[in-house]
């Protein structure tokens, strides 16, 4: 089912897979040149958190998590990126460090880009250029609708904010017709809603028992994608 009329999902979605659609083919040519493929296992890390940043990083095939962690050891996720995204150019743009850490989760194929290549080549394609800048502008407003949910929205309901978006992220891997299964660590799915695996665990189970979805062993299968979107409390607008 899609969320169309049903959730905006835009505003709750980083969309960096954009920067690379549709570029100029002699400019996605100079950068395909520029990567250096490598596989990672389920749970590898990329990049570190206050590491320098050499580079940037194109996922090709997988789903990596951006996390930050507190001074007691527990990570906050801040985003998943899914295939074709790019992860780490924050930090090259800004000439610092990475602002967070990325790991996989599942294995994944990742090609590197270096810093200075990337930056060579940004200088030189301004259409590169602009699509960074709308995705940075795009991505501001979905941190800034995180950081409310958090401040102002119940456990149950950021559960199910990340739940729709998770599904969205599954559902790009999917063939059609067969059932969306998302595929997440019931720890990192706690960390992404910010709260305790207990608690995500018995929301889960009370959204089964309401026919929302279904649980088999760490798959998840939304059967009810409106009725989340109604616990949700974001769903869009009816057409006056």
Wanted: hydrophobic fraction near 40%.
């Amino acid at each position: 089912m899609s969320l169309s009329g049903l959730f905006p999902i835009d505003k709750w979605n980083f969309r960096s897979r954009s920067v690379l659609s549709n570029l100029p083919e002699e400019e996605r040519a100079a950068l395909t040149s520029l990567m250096t493929t490598q596989r990672y296992n389920k749970g590898e890390v990329i990049f570190r958190e206050a590491a320098p940043a050499f580079g940037i990083y194109y996922i090709q095939k997988g789903k990596v998590k951006k996390y930050r962690t507190d001074k007691a050891g527990k990570e906050q996720i801040i985003y998943v990126a899914n295939t074709g995204e790019l992860v780490g150019y924050h930090a090259i743009l800004a000439g610092g460090k990475y602002p967070d850490s990325a790991a996989t989760l599942e294995e994944s194929t990742i090609a590197f880009i270096p810093k200075d290549d990337f930056l060579q080549l940004l200088a030189r394609s301004a259409s590169l250029a602009r699509r960074l800048l709308k995705t940075l502008s795009h991505e501001f407003t979905v941190l800034t609708n995180s950081i409310s949910a958090f401040t102002h929205r119940s456990v149950q309901e950021r559960l199910a904010i990340t739940l729709i978006v998770l599904r969205e992220k599954f559902k790009d891997e999917t063939p059609a017709g067969e059932d969306i299964l998302i595929q997440v660590p019931r720890t990192d799915l706690a960390n992404m809603v910010g709260t305790g695996v207990e608690n995500v665990t018995r929301f889960l189970s009370a959204f089964k028992q309401a026919g929302v979805l279904t649980i088999s062993g760490k798959k998840i299968c939304i059967t009810d994608v409106k009725k989340l979107v109604d616990i949700s409390g974001c769903g869009e607008p009816l057409p006056s």
